[in-house]
């Protein structure tokens, strides 16, 4: 059964800033790379399990995975948490590889 993929405000604003700093709108590479971002988010609806939990778990409280997009050294994060109960992925933030490490207010 898959699972629902929901975003946290941040995740949609974090969107938002790359469609905008690819120029997405104004360029084929780009928007072709933005739309393969998105299907690779929607694409843990049916295997949500299959990225490695982030390494900042230790630190936190939450169970929360990483899902890694694009080639080095263009990686971007995709940082999410599994419900189980609800059967729902929720996509907390996406964030540039090279970015500092989370903390917890990250993700609020």
């Not at 263009?74 to 989370?102: F, M, S």
Request: with cysteine; charged share 30%; hydrophobic share 40%.
């Amino acid at each position: 059964m898959p699972y629902l993929v929901e975003f946290a405000t941040r995740a949609i604003v974090d969107l938002e800033i790359l469609y905008q700093e690819k120029n997405a709108a104004e360029s084929h590479a780009a928007a072709r790379w933005y739309n393969r971002l998105e299907q690779a988010v929607y694409a843990l609806a049916s295997h949500p399990l299959r990225c490695p939990v982030a390494p900042e778990v230790k630190k936190m409280k939450r169970k929360v995975r990483q899902l890694l997009y694009g080639d080095k050294p263009h990686i971007y994060r995709v940082i999410y948490e599994v419900d189980e109960e609800r059967l729902a992925v929720r996509i907390l933030t996406i964030r540039h590889g090279a970015r500092q490490k989370l903390k917890p207010s990250d993700l609020m």
